[in-house]
């Protein structure tokens, strides 16, 4: 397998170039942690997933606790966009073209979703984490067309009268439908708006991406800043109904991965608008996330579970977090707060590599994430994309420790 020389970073000489240069943040703490060795590990388990899943037109989605077998799913799924993606970061993690040809290949799967009327808000996740790393890697303006194309349609969702995104176009549980709902995890997809009004796609995607962050933002956050998992609006006032769970707890609960999805939502947001208000905020859902993290600092599927010690974690939420704030620490001006966050990332990755790896189990990456627990569905399994946010996690990980920027997309022209 080919891989750059090692990176492994000792005494102290984690240096983190911060704010494109502005200033360096230099960790005191000695840094063992061998980066390429874990790259390596992905190569090697996702070479043995190829060889193992079928080659039918579907894409590996997750594999239950006592199973060998990727659960396998069409390209409509919400997390059809993960596997492509981490067959992407493959690519750029190893220059092997071998690769690209497959991570192309499953790419190409989604392309129906560009023509398609949107049934979802996932667009984003799906179309961004493939299509977006493909163009990112090889510029093909194929790729940029249906990136273009599905921003439209995704930006076919957004009602103006809310100033969100209508996250799930049907009758949902709860959600009181024909009202308008939007969950936290919408706020990922912004980041495709964000890319195609930057990239010839109309300047009115931008102002979408920043009244969906800005309304969700004034709407979605008790006020210790953790996060409702969907809120529920009037859809002809704007006004918001309610705030309630879904994947989470209960309504007053911090579930994991939405937390996660803000930490990663805002950090981009403000990449993307250069706004200080939502680097504040961006902070403020990071602070109590990782105030009440347990000590190994991968989080329980859900903070307030009554059921702690004794509940599934998420593994995901993690890997998630653990990419989200290497790139906030880039942003941050206050050395310790972006100590932290860089040591506190490292301590997730390392955690993750030493006691989440699925080695002797599975073809996936990592173990012990959770879907969606009230539902009784993905309760500590393997999923894909935890999988895809690990290896972002390692790249941008490795990118930092050589001096460079992290692995981040919002230049794809
Ligand atoms: N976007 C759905 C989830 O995070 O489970």
Redesign the pocket.
Known sequence: MILNKQVTVILGVFILLAGCGKQLVQSPAENDFNVDAELNYCVKQTSKALAQIPDNGLIPRNIAPNASQWRMVDYTD?TSGFWPGELWYLFEATADSKWKKVADKYTEYLKPLSVSPATDH?LG?QVFSSYGNGYRLTKDTEYKSVLLKTADTLATLFNPKVGTILSWPRDVPNMEWPQHNT?M?NM?NLELLFWASKNGGSKQLYDMAVSHAAVTMNNHFRPDYTSYHAVVYDKETGKKIKGVTH?GYSDSSMWA??QA?AIYGYTMVYRETNDPKFLDFAHKVTRVYLDRLPKDLIPYWDFDDPAIPKSPRDA?AAAVVASALLELAVYTTDNNLANEYNEKALGMLKELSANYQSKNHNSALLLHST??KPAGSEIDYSII?ADYYYIEALLRYKKIAQGQKPLITYKLN
């Open positions: 919400w996932d996740f969950i995890d990922i994947q991965r939405g999805w995901s879907g969606h994309y």
